[in-house]
């Protein structure tokens, strides 16, 4: 059974740090394409980063750029997001997400439960 | 990046109503559209892919169609089960990006 178990989110202050974690069992996640998504409050979906399954290609939201790094580590099974120099419109739900791409389907074919990242002062 | 305009932002059906949920595409995406629902407290799960194709379990009153770059979820027979939210997503060019979603409420 494919799985996605979201962690890290919390309270943070503007301009503070925080990193997300995602650990997945179910499947091989050097395999696969990984993204984050994440929905503020009341509005829609927007995925923040992305990392191809071989590691070269790692693409992110241009709110994103240069604050947010991608990461993996396929031993541990887990995807990461570090976020930096948080804003308060980074406020949302952050979702980790498996991209199907790779297996002939260009969808996001399983999300975690999400994680809460809070940034206020 | 390419702009998904999603419409209506809500609606109010009853059960067994047929209603319709469109997408538009800001340039082509030949069928590279994804369709997901979200109920209150879940994470989306993929409910249709490449404009048209069900995924495993997903009810056939759940249909998709494409004119051009004008996408559509039709809904035949609301069922309790299908008052949540919807969202579109292309996924022919990176970034993926998804419309602002469709709220389905009951009426």
């Known amino acids: 059974e494919v799985q996605l178990v979201e962690s890290g989110g919390g309270l943070a202050q503007p301009g503070g740090s925080l990193r997300l974690s995602c650990e997945v069992s179910g499947f091989t996640v050097r395999t696969f394409e990984m993204s984050w998504v994440r929905q503020a409050p009341g509005k829609g979906l927007e995925c923040v980063a992305s990392i191809s399954f071989s590691d070269t290609d790692v693409h992110y939201a241009d709110s994103a750029k240069g604050r947010f790094a991608i990461s993996r580590d396929n031993d541990r099974k887990s995807l990461y997001l570090q976020m930096n120099s948080l804003r308060l419109e980074d406020t949302a739900i952050y979702y980790c997400?498996?991209?199907?791409?790779?297996?002939?389907?260009?969808?996001?074919?399983?999300w975690g439960q999400g994680t809460v990242v809070s940034v206020s002062s | 990046d390419i702009q998904m305009t999603q419409s209506p932002s809500s609606l109010s059906a009853s059960v067994g109503d047929t209603v319709t949920i469109t997408c538009r595409a800001s340039e082509t995406i030949r069928n590279y559209l994804n369709w997901y629902q979200q109920k209150p407290g879940k994470a989306p799960t993929l409910l249709i892919s490449?404009?048209?194709s069900l995924q495993s379990g997903v009810p056939s009153r759940f249909s998709g169609s494409r004119s051009g770059t004008d996408f559509t979820l039709t809904i035949s027979g609301l069922q309790a089960e299908d008052f949540a939210t919807y969202h579109c997503q292309q996924s022919h060019r990176i970034p993926w990006t998804f419309g602002q979603g469709t709220k389905i409420d009951i009426k």
């Open positions: 490449a404009g048209s």
């Open positions: 997400v498996r991209n199907a791409a790779a297996s002939g389907l260009a969808a996001f074919d399983f």
